[in-house]
């Protein structure tokens, strides 16, 4: 079962910043999770669209310049980072599950995918691309049919799977408290990744590995590796 950290390790550091991303790496998780907005064209690394959660901003991240949001404090003297620093950072190193908020992504994605390739080496085949946003995902096959794709969901069950093949994506990804064995094995059967968001407590990682699921979205990368290790 794979060990993803979500949002980077941020069960102890500040939510999808660099810190937590290093963090996740040096406690050996086997990919990194995080939440993108597209803002003038950069894709920028936060989850909420309101900055008072996760920095000292305020307003929405659509009310102010890109210079603005990239100064403020993301907590620990973090900034809110771009993808293209968390790519630089990741390359090489472990997977990285991409997902998708807000409007008007596709494009500086996509140009990000190319502009990586030329100076990276980065292979499409290596990113996990998510949303809930599903006519997004399928616009972005279409342009760069190499992505792995993943679609979001928080409730939809069995013949959902059947939807999600038809439209050829890697994997679904599940929320904790609505997965259960029909939906693993659905998932499987089509060839589907089954990954579940968002899992730290023993009770629920030892769970996951009794329905067979193929990863795991977790804030606490190292604990729940050993946790798991322990079943
Ligand atoms: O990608 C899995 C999970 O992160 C989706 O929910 O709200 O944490 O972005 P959320
Ligand atoms: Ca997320």
Redesign the pocket.
Known sequence: MEIIA??GASGDFPENTLLAIEQALLQGADAI?I?VYAVEDELIVI?DPKLERTTNGSGTIYQHALSYLLQLDAGQGQRIPTLWQVLQLTHGKCWL?I?L?GKNTAEPLLALLTKAEQQLGLDPAQLLV?SFNHHLLLQLQQACPALKL?A?TASLQLNYARYVADLKFYSI?CDVNFIDQSLVDDAHALGLKA?V??VDELEDIHAMQQLGVDGI?TNYPARSRVIASEH
């Open positions: 979500h949002r999770e939440d989850h599950n997902e908020k998510s993943g979001l990804h990954y968001y968002t979205f």
